[in-house]
């Protein structure tokens, strides 16, 4: 298992590669709500970014509610990345 530190600064790296303009002052509180930039092509983006990133693949379910960082991370921490 990852710790922390490592878990979030890889999930920081997926947001950037998707959302290039955010600002990691900004990363760790981002959601779907405050980036204009993100709508369903970015979030399927994403989805796929993390995927390859931790072998995660979100369910449909799962994927409608991960709209933001702290969602994404609370998501890994629970399937043990």
Known sequence: ???M???EHRLRR???AVFPALSDSVISTVSVEGVS????????????VI???FGV???EDDAEQLTSFPAWMDYLRQRGQ
């Open 37 to 48: 930039q993100w709508d369903s092509v970015a979030h399927v983006t994403l989805l796929e």
């Open 57 to 59: 693949l979100a369910a």
């Open 51 to 53: 995927h390859e990133e």
């Open 14 to 16: 997926c947001f950037h």
């Open 5 to 7: 530190n490592d878990l």
């Open 1 to 3: 298992m990852l710790r």
